[in-house]
């Protein structure tokens, strides 16, 4: 049996469970589009999404059969108007350390590779596996049809702490160039590449100074100002390949 469908069709959000997510899943629900969304804790915003009509499915992208079954789960719709690739983990590098025998090398080489690999599934692999496997419902849309992903503003000029977190979501940024490539004009396929949207609850004080410093608007704008990216981008007729800086003027804040 095909699952019945909203005039604007389906959109997919991965990561729905929280902040930016959850904010744009609510917020494109209220708008008439049907949702399907992952999530790995069950939250209250979920509950809430899955109550007004959202399909929400527990996935872990880090794991192939997870993911498996959440491609499944789109097995009865015929077509998907847009996949934002939201979920991501933003993971700091291990403290560096300098190993005197081979056996410490080896097992810091493995807890590198560890966070290395998680950030790389994540960011890039997770988003290059769902477009592939789920490219025939994307050109099954009469409606136009948009692969989203988002970024980071480090994706263009690297992180002293984060250097791992920010080459995959550098490798997410060059996946948008080549989708682009192959998929019009029946896919658009851009990235937003936020700097700074929303502090986590226990940023301090200090921190939350440096960060807003960081950018020439010097504000944390919330996850509305994605959700308005993203919107504009479902709009649009003529963008893509393109990566949408979000970023309060970061990159003009020179010393
Ligand atoms: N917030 C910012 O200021 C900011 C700045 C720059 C870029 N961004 C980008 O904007 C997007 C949203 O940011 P956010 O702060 O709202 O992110 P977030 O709070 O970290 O939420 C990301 C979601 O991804 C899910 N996730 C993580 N690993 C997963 C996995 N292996 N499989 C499936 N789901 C997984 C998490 O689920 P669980 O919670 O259940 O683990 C979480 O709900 C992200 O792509 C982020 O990189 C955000």
New binding site residues.
Partial sequence: MQKSHSAKGLIVI????????LHCAAALQQQGYQLLV????MTAGIAALQQAGAHCIA????QLESMATFIAALQNYPAIRAII??????QADLPRQYASDSQTMSAQLQQDAAVFDAMQ???AR?PYLLNRALLPKLLASTDGADIIH????VASVGSSKHQAYAAS?AALENLTLSLARQLAPKVKVNAI???????NENDDAVYRQQALAKSLMAV?PG?DE?LQTILYLLHSNYITGRILPLDGGRHLKLP
């Avoid at 991965?14 to 997510?21: E, I, S």
């Avoid at 992952?38 to 804790?41: I, Q, T």
């Avoid at 996935?59 to 880090?62: C, K, Q």
């Fill in positions: 991965t990561g729905a469970g929280q902040r930016v997510g992952s999530y790995r804790k996935a872990d992208f880090n690739h939201n979920a991501s983990s933003w599934h994540i960011h997770a988002l970024t980071d503003f979501k590449a936020p700097a700074l949207v929303m502090f944390a996850p994605v």
